[in-house]
C-alpha cells in the first residue's frame, strides 16, 4: 500500500487549503483513514480520522475541530483534508495514514502570520 499526499504550500493565516492522499495497492473502501502532523522535534499528532466506507464516523482533534473537515472518494481512493481559517500553529508536515500502509512523504503546510 503506497500513499501519497499532495496540496500544501506557503499560505496567511486565515487562508484555506486542501490536501489529498491517494492510496493505491488497497481496498481503500474498507480502510479507516486517518490524518497525522508533524511539526519539528515533536510526535506525530492525529488531526482527523474518517471511518472506512461511507465514512460516516468522524473524529477530529480538539486544535481543529470546527476548522478542518475531512472527506473520503472510494471510487478515486482519496481522502482529503479541507482546512480553513488556517493558523500559524497549523504549519506541520501532514500525513495521512491507512492499516497496513507505510508512512508516505507527507506535504508541508507553512502558515505565515
Known amino acids: 500500500v503506497t500513499l501519497v499526499e499532495s496540496g500544501g504550500g506557503l499560505v496567511q493565516a486565515g487562508d484555506s487549503l486542501r490536501l489529498s492522499c491517494v492510496a493505491s495497492g488497497t481496498l481503500f473502501i474498507n480502510m479507516y483513514v486517518a490524518w497525522f502532523r508533524q511539526r519539528p522535534g515533536e510526535e506525530r499528532e492525529l488531526v482527523a480520522s474518517?471511518?472506512?466506507?461511507?465514512?460516516?464516523?468522524?473524529i477530529y482533534s480538539d486544535s481543529v475541530r470546527g476548522r478542518f473537515l475531512v472527506s473520503r472518494d472510494n471510487d478515486k481512493k482519496t481522502s482529503y483534508l479541507q482546512m480553513n481559517d488556517l493558523e500559524p500553529a497549523d504549519t506541520a508536515k501532514y500525513f495521512c495514514f491507512l492499516p497496513g500502509a507505510r508512512w508516505g512523504q507527507g506535504t508541508q503546510v507553512t502558515v505565515a502570520a
Open positions: 474518517i471511518s472506512s466506507g461511507t465514512g460516516s464516523s468522524i
